[in-house]
């Protein structure tokens, strides 16, 4: 059988097909917008995602001066830092890293009878370094994040990227985030994921980094 094995090649056609499928509709985003949108897509094969997408006006600026500025990348869960492209984020000298497999945070989460998730966050939310916030599993974990900027337990973050998924507080926890003067990028309503969180991070990096191959 004849089948396309090249993997750029992959790639380039298939961008060039969400392209022409999502015909005008691209122009609602701006060029540094694009790149997201047309990578979540490629990421899910959902189209609907044109409609769900959100950005808060200084998303992009702010994620790239702190990709530039080299900056740690929590996860909330530890598919998304396997999927995160460590050659671009080395190029920066950005670390991306994920708690809740940890054994002091499971401890913590099991003593207190709260979610790994929570745990998880309350400890890098603390760390000044970690600048960008990837969530696309746990709503818990995205509500502790906004709990810990209000109270002043975390400094601003360079960019929230709310995208957890599922029926109990995700679609809620995602419309919490726009009650904060934060940078974010989010998807409205139940859907989302870890690998929209990494496709997100991808349509944004890859607009700064020169990519050799895939």
Known sequence: ???????????????????????????????????????????????????????????????FDALKSGCKI???TNMIVNGLSKVALGKFSCKPYCLVSDEDV?????ERGVTRSI???????????????????APTALYTLLEMIKSGDCAKPSLIVAVPVGFVGAAESKEEV????VP???????????????????????????REGI
């Open 106 to 110: 499971s401890k913590e989460a099991k």
């Open 74 to 76: 929590y996860c909330d």
């Open 184 to 210: 974010y990028i989010r998807v409205r309503g139940r859907k989302g994921g870890s690998t929209v969180a990494v496709a997100i991070l991808h349509g944004l990096i890859y607009q700064i980094f020169q």
């Open 1 to 63: 059988m004849s089948y396309e094995r090249r993997p750029m090649s992959i790639e380039q056609k298939s961008f060039e097909i969400i392209t022409q499928e999502m015909g005008s509709a691209i122009d609602a985003f701006d060029a540094t917008l694009q790149p997201v949108v047309k990578r979540v897509i490629h990421t899910t094969a959902d189209f609907e995602y044109t409609d769900l997408l959100d950005f808060s006006d200084d998303a992009v600026q702010s994620t």
């Open 178 to 181: 726009l009650k904060y003067d």
């Open 119 to 137: 745990v998880g966050m309350e400890h890098a939310a603390k760390d000044p370094e970690t600048k960008i916030f990837l969530i696309g599993n």
